[in-house]
C-alpha cells in the first residue's frame, strides 16, 4: 500500500495525472480553437474513462460536463459527491459493453458474474449472491430502478453517459443505494437528422458487434430516436469435455424513444425497449486441488482422482467418467458438461416534464420486467454428478413524481413521492439423473441407499410481493455566494410477502411412489442437508423412516416456510458546501441509507438460525456515511484535481455464503469501510491530456460470528462457524490505480490520427466469501492501448483496440467446487477466471 500512496502523493502534489481517457466523441464534437478544446478536455470528469467533450443537450457551457447526480442539470464539478460519469462514446471505443466492464475504468467499483448471480460493490459493499437479496448498488436507467442482480449483465445500449455516485444515495434514488448509484443515461432523440454505424471485430475470438441509431426531427415538435444492437462472441475458455469454446455470448437490443414538445411547457418522452442475451458455458475453471482426508477408498486422493476411481468402480458403464476432469490446472482450459443462461428483458417508460411557475414537474412511470432460464452444471467438472435448472422471473410498475425548483432561487429544493409494487418468483431444480456419480457414491455407504436418489430431484419455489411507497425532499439554502447547507430526508413504508418450498419429486417433476417416496428425501436430508416438505408426510407415518424424518426436520427445519414484512423508515441527509472562488470547492456530508430486508430464496436448511422462520427472513441493511471531500480546477480550466475522504459504518451487511454442498447460509453482519478516493486531469496541449484516478480502501467486520469456515479451518465463531470479526471482506483489494495518455495530431489537412494508453493496477485481494487464504489473487496491472485513424470531423474512423496487451491472467472469483470437501474430503476450487489479451478491429460512420 506504501508505494501506492507515494504516487497518489505525487499526482496530489504536481496534478500531472495520468487516468483514463481515449479518442474524442465523433459526432457530438466539433472543432474548436485551441484554448476552448484545452478547457473541454480539463473540465471532462476526471474519472471519465476517456478524453471528450460532452454533446450539446449535456453542456451548460463550453468545458462544462454536465451530470444529473442530483436529479437536476449541473456541472459535476459542482457536485458534492464523488462522482465519476463516463461518456457513451467513451464505452463503444473502449469495448465497455456491459457494467462488468466498467470495473477496470473506475476505481472502488466491482462487478464479477458468479455460477448463479451476480456480486456489484462500491467501497467494498455489495450483497451476497442470493436472488432473494436486492443489490446494495442501485441501478437506475432513465429513472427506473433494476434491482435484480442478473439484471446486471444486460448489455449497454446507446448510452449517453454512466454515472457512479459513491456512498449512499437513498434521498434521492431511494432505498437499496447504501453503497452507491449506477445513474444511466440513454441517449435521446435530437432536432437535427443524425446517426452513426459501429462494428468491431475481435481477431483472435471470432467475436463481433454490430450497433447503430438514427435520431431526427419527425414534425417540428416531435423527435425520435431507434437504436438497436447485436453481439455475437465464442469466449475465450477450452471446454475440452465438449470440446467448444465458452462462454459464449449472443444478445441484441432494440430501442425507440419519442420525444414530443406537447406545449412550449409540457413535454413527454416515451421509451419502449426489448432485448435478449443469452450464453453456452462459463469461464470457470476448477483447481488447486489438493488431497483428500478422507479415508479409504478415498484418502489421499484429489478431487479428480477421486471422481476418476468412482467411474472405474462402476459394476458397469452407466458411471462414465470423461477423462477431461482429470485437468485440475489453470491453463485457460475447463472441464464442464455444459451450461446455459437465455435472458429477456422489457422496460416501457413514459416520462413528462411541465414547467411550472414554482418549478419544473417530473412524472416517470416505468414497467420494467425480465425472466430468464438457466441450466448449470454447477459441479463445475466434467463428470456427471448434478445439474441445477434455474429460472426466475420479475415484473415491476413504478410511478415517481417530484418538483425541483430553479437554481436561481436563495432557496432550492426538490421535492416529490414514489410508488413500486412488484411480483418475483423463482424456482431451481437440483438434477440427480439415472448414471449420476453421487448414485454409485452413496451406493458405498452402508445400506447402498444411493439407488433411492436415481432420477429425482429437489424442486424449489419461492416467490414474494413487494410494494413500497415513499415520500422525499431535499433542500438546498445558499446563505451567501460562498456557503450553502442541503439537507434532505425519505420515509419509506414497505410490505412483503414471500413464501418458499422444497419437494423431493422425480426427475420429470412426476410423485415419487412406494419406497423411494419415502428414501429419497431422507437420503436428501441427510446427504445433501436438503430439508424437504415431504419429511413432514414421512414423520407422520412412524417406525424407523418416520423417526428419521423428524430428526432430519429437528436439524435442519421445516418446509414449506413464508413470512411477512411490513415497515416504514426514515432516513436524512446533511451536505455543507463552501465555494472558496469558481474553481475550488469543499464539501462535507453525513448521510445515512437502507436497503430492504427480505427473504431467503437459496437456503436448504435453517443453518445456524432456530427455526426455518428465523432463517428465512433476514434483516435490512443500513449505512451511515460520514464524507469531506474537494474539487479544484486551475490553470484557466486546463486542469482539475478532486478528492475524497469517507467513513461508511454498515449494519446488518446482507452475507449469503455458500455453504461447501448445495446450499447458501444468509445472514447479516456489521462492518466499517474507510478510504481515500481521487483523481486529477491535465490537458497538457490542446492535443495531449493526462489524467489518474485512485482509491484507498480499509474494509473491517466488526460484527460476523456465523461466518461460513474454509476447509480445514478451525471453528471460532458462534454455533460452529467462523467469526469474521477483524477481517476485510471478498473482492476488496486495498488500492486501484487508473493512469492514461490521450494524444492525437494531424497527419494531413484530412486524416487525423488518435491514439490512447491506460493501466488498470490493482492490489490483491481474496476471492473467495470465506476468505481462503489458498484462494487469492496478488497484486496487478493490465495495460490497454488504441490506435486510430480517421477525419478530423469525425465523420469516420477505424481503429485497434488492445485489452490486457501484456496477457495478465487474473481471477475475479471463486469459491469451494461444490461438493468436493463436504462430500469427499478433497479440497478443490472453482474460480471464475478473467480473459487474457484481446485485439479487436472497430469501424465507425456517422451521418
Not at 443 to 461: E, H, M, S, V, W
Not at 731 to 743: F, H, I, M, R, S
Not at 761 to 776: C, E, I, K, M, R
Request: proline letters at 4%; a negative charge; one cysteine or more.
Amino acid at each position: 500500500m506504501s508505494s501506492f500512496k507515494a504516487l497518489l502523493a505525487v499526482s496530489s502534489v504536481t496534478s500531472l495525472a495520468f487516468a483514463l481517457c481515449s479518442t474524442p466523441a465523433f459526432a457530438e464534437e466539433t472543432a474548436a480553437p485551441v484554448a476552448a478544446a484545452a478547457a473541454d478536455a480539463a473540465a471532462a470528469p476526471a474519472d471519465t474513462a476517456a478524453s471528450q467533450a460532452p454533446a450539446a443537450d449535456e453542456q451548460k457551457s463550453e468545458g462544462d460536463i454536465v451530470v444529473t447526480a442530483r436529479k437536476r442539470s449541473e456541472r459535476l464539478q459542482d457536485v458534492p459527491l464523488s462522482v465519476a460519469a463516463v461518456s457513451g462514446a467513451t464505452m463503444q471505443q473502449q469495448g465497455i459493453r456491459k457494467i462488468e466492464d466498467l470495473q477496470t475504468k473506475v476505481p472502488n467499483f466491482k462487478m464479477t458474474e458468479t455460477g448463479i448471480g451476480s456480486n456489484i460493490a462500491i467501497r467494498g459493499i455489495f450483497s451476497g449472491v442470493n436472488q432473494g437479496f436486492e443489490q446494495s448498488v442501485g441501478t437506475y436507467i432513465d429513472g427506473i430502478h433494476y434491482g435484480r442482480a442478473q439484471q446486471a449483465r444486460a448489455p449497454f445500449l446507446d448510452v449517453q453517459r454512466v454515472e457512479v455516485l459513491r456512498g449512499p444515495q437513498s434521498i434521492l434514488f431511494g432505498k437499496n443505494s447504501i453503497a452507491g448509484a449506477l445513474n444511466i443515461i440513454s441517449a435521446q432523440p435530437t432536432n437535427v437528422l443524425t446517426g452513426y454505424v459501429q462494428g468491431s471485430y475481435q481477431l483472435d475470438s471470432d467475436d463481433w458487434e454490430l450497433l447503430g441509431a438514427v435520431s431526427g426531427p419527425i414534425t417540428d415538435n416531435v423527435r425520435a430516436r431507434i437504436a438497436g444492437r447485436i453481439h455475437d462472441g465464442d469466449g475465450f475458455i477450452k471446454n475440452i469435455t465438449l470440446d467448444r469454446s465458452e462462454p459464449q455470448r449472443k444478445d441484441w437490443n432494440l430501442r425507440g424513444i419519442v420525444d414530443w414538445d406537447v406545449t412550449d411547457d409540457f413535454t413527454l418522452n416515451f421509451k419502449a425497449e426489448h432485448g435478449e442475451f443469452d450464453t453456452k458455458g462459463r469461464n470457470i475453471e476448477v483447481y488447486n486441488e489438493l488431497p483428500s482426508i478422507a479415508g479409504a477408498p478415498f484418502g489421499g486422493k484429489t478431487y479428480a482422482q477421486i471422481l476418476t476411481l468412482l467411474g472405474a468402480m462402476s459394476p458397469s458403464d452407466e458411471f462414465v467418467v470423461d477423462p477431461s476432469v482429470s485437468n485440475n490446472i489453470k491453463d485457460d482450459k475447463r472441464s464442464s458438461n455444459g451450461d446455459t443462461s437465455d435472458n429477456t428483458s422489457g422496460t416501457y417508460v413514459l416520462t413528462a416534464n411541465w414547467d411550472t411557475g414554482i418549478g419544473q414537474l417530473t412524472s416517470i412511470t416505468g414497467y420494467n420486467k425480465f425472466s430468464y432460464d438457466e441450466d448449470c452444471d454447477c459441479d463445475f467438472t466434467g463428470a456427471n454428478i448434478l445439474t441445477i435448472d434455474l429460472h426466475e422471473k420479475y415484473k415491476q410498475f413504478s410511478q415517481e413524481i417530484r418538483l425541483a425548483s430553479d437554481t436561481s432561487r436563495k432557496l432550492e429544493y426538490i421535492v416529490g413521492g414514489f410508488f413500486q409494487t412488484s411480483d418475483h418468483s423463482y424456482s431451481d431444480n437440483i438434477n440427480i439423473d439415472h448414471d449420476s456419480i453421487l448414485v454409485e457414491a452413496a451406493n458405498l455407504k452402508p445400506g447402498a441407499f444411493g439407488n433411492y436418489i436415481r432420477d429425482t430431484r429437489a424442486a424449489r419455489q419461492a416467490h414474494v410481493d413487494t410494494d413500497i411507497l415513499s415520500a422525499f425532499g431535499q433542500l438546498t439554502y445558499k446563505f451567501n455566494e460562498h456557503f450553502r447547507v442541503n439537507v434532505g430526508g425519505r420515509v419509506t413504508h414497505e410490505k412483503k410477502e414471500g413464501d418458499r418450498n422444497i419437494t423431493i419429486e422425480g426427475i420429470d417433476g412426476s410423485t415419487l411412489t412406494g419406497t423411494q417416496a419415502i428414501m429419497a428425501p431422507i437420503v436428501f436430508g441427510s446427504l445433501f442437508h436438503i430439508s424437504s416438505s415431504n419429511l413432514t408426510t414421512i414423520a407422520g407415518m412412524g417406525g424407523i423412516p418416520g423417526g428419521q424424518a423428524a430428526g432430519l426436520q429437528l436439524a435442519y427445519g421445516v418446509h414449506p416456510v413464508d413470512g411477512k414484512v411490513s415497515k416504514t423508515g426514515f432516513v436524512p441527509s446533511v451536505v455543507l458546501q463552501y465555494d472558496v472562488n469558481p474553481d475550488i470547492m469543499f464539501y462535507g456530508s453525513f448521510t445515512k441509507g437502507t436497503k430492504s430486508g427480505g427473504f431467503d430464496f437459496r437456503g436448504n436448511n435453517r443453518g445456524f438460525y432456530s427455526s426455518m422462520a428465523d432463517a428465512f427472513e433476514f434483516d435490512e441493511e443500513q449505512a451511515t456515511n460520514w464524507e469531506v471531500g474537494a474539487k479544484t480546477s486551475f490553470f484557466n480550466h486546463r486542469g482539475i484535481f478532486n478528492a475524497s475522504l469517507y467513513h461508511t459504518k454498515i449494519q446488518d451487511l446482507q452475507v449469503s455464503v455458500f455453504d461447501g454442498v448445495l446450499g447458501y447460509v444468509v445472514g447479516n453482519a456489521d462492518a466499517t469501510t474507510q478510504g481515500l478516493e481521487a483523481d486529477a486531469r491535465f490537458a497538457v496541449t490542446p492535443h495531449l491530456t493526462l489524467r489518474a484516478a485512485g482509491a484507498l480502501t480499509d474494509f473491517e467486520f466488526k460484527k460476523y460470528p456465523n461466518g461460513q469456515c474454509y476447509p480445514g479451518q478451525v471453528p471460532d465463531g458462534a454455533n460452529g462457524q467462523c467469526d469474521y470479526k477483524g477481517k476485510t471482506n471478498q473482492l476488496v483489494p486495498d488500492w486501484q490505480a487508473t493512469l492514461a495518455v490521450d494524444w492525437n495530431t494531424a497527419i494531413t489537412n484530412s486524416l487525423e490520427l488518435r491514439t490512447t494508453a491506460d493501466m488498470f493496477a490493482s492490489d490483491g485481494y481474496f476471492l473467495s466469501p470465506t476468505l481462503d487464504p489458498n484462494q487469492t489473487q496478488g497484486s496487478y496491472a493490465k495495460f490497454n492501448g488504441r490506435i486510430a485513424i480517421g477525419d478530423p470531423g469525425r465523420r469516420w474512423e477505424v481503429a485497434l483496440l488492445g485489452k490486457n496487451l501484456f496477457d495478465k491472467r487474473t481471477v475475479s472469483m471463486g469459491v469451494q467446487t461444490p461438493l468436493a470437501f463436504s462430500t469427499f474430503g478433497a479440497y478443490s476450487q472453482a474460480n471464475v477466471v478473467d480473459e487474457g489479451r484481446t485485439v479487436a478491429l472497430q469501424g465507425r460512420f456517422n451521418f
